[in-house]
Antibody, heavy 121, light 111 residues
Framework: EVQLVESGGGLVQPGRSLRLSCTAS????????MSWVRQAPGKGLEWVGF??????????EYAASVKGRFTISRDDSKSIAYLQMNSLKTEDTAVYYC????????????WGQGTTVTVSS | QSVLTQPPSVSGAPGQRVTISCTGS?????????VHWYQQLPGTAPKLLIY???NRPSGVPDRFSGSKSGTSASLAITGLQAEDEADYYC???????????FGGGTKLSVL
């Protein structure tokens, strides 16, 4: 079964760091672009960033709202994508999802259940 | 303010047809990038509903269809059912931003 499981969320103070993990199973993880998408309480979906597959350089792109603070990485040997979040702000409070894409500009066809990050003092 | 513009809400009676628009610009939809649509039922993760402007993943009923023209795209739902009540989002790629972009979402109410 194709599956994505996000983990690592929790309550964190403003200015602190948190690392989220996205564990994949049931497909060849290394073939896919992995995105991070978040949804603040009662709000819409916001794309956070993505990491391309190694075949396309494994490079990353980020939304302006997180650029310089968040870093996406991947470990294809473990089928895990990471979202390192530094200098967290209260406005980063959201449910974080890590959908997969076969290629950038493509649809996000598999989603996990998400992990909740709350930034509050 | 979202790069892709959707109406905040639409509604329809069971059995009716509704459409949800997604308006972009020359750097995203108008540049030829595909539009994808997602359905998010209350309390659940988004689900891919339409990919590549008009293609349905396996398991998505043919009551759902997508189209694209110029700088806009549309999602049509025919034979509206109570279980279609959800939030719907469009998504594309923007070449000026070099990022994926989502619409603000549309809440569908089935009267």
């Amino acid at each position: 079964e194709v599956q994505l499981v996000e983990s690592g969320g929790g309550l964190v103070q403003p200015g602190r760091s948190l690392r989220l993990s996205c564990t994949a199973s049931g497909f060849t993880f290394g073939d896919y672009v992995m995105s991070w998408v978040r949804q603040a309480p009662g709000k819409g979906l916001e794309w956070v960033g993505f990491i391309r597959s190694k075949a396309y350089g494994g490079t990353t792109e980020y939304a302006a709202s997180v650029k310089g603070r968040f870093t996406i990485s991947r470990d294809d040997s473990k089928s895990i994508a990471y979202l390192q979040m530094n200098s967290l702000k209260t406005e980063d409070t959201a449910v974080y999802y890590c959908p997969r894409q076969l290629f950038t500009t493509g649809g996000m066809d598999v989603w996990g259940q998400g992990t909740t990050v709350t930034v509050s003092s | 303010q979202s790069v892709l513009t959707q109406p905040p809400s639409v509604s329809g009676a069971p059995g009716q047809r509704v459409t949800i628009s997604c308006t972009g610009s020359s750097s995203n939809i108008g540049a030829g990038y595909d539009v994808h649509w997602y359905q998010q039922l209350p309390g659940t993760a988004p689900k891919l509903l339409i990919y590549g402007n008009s293609n349905r993943p396996s398991g998505v009923p043919d009551r759902f269809s997508g189209s694209k023209s110029g700088t806009s795209a549309s999602l049509a739902i025919t034979g509206l059912q109570a279980e279609d009540e959800a939030d719907y989002y469009c998504q594309s790629y923007d070449s000026s931003l070099s990022t994926e972009v989502f619409g603000g979402g549309t809440k569908l109410s089935v009267l």
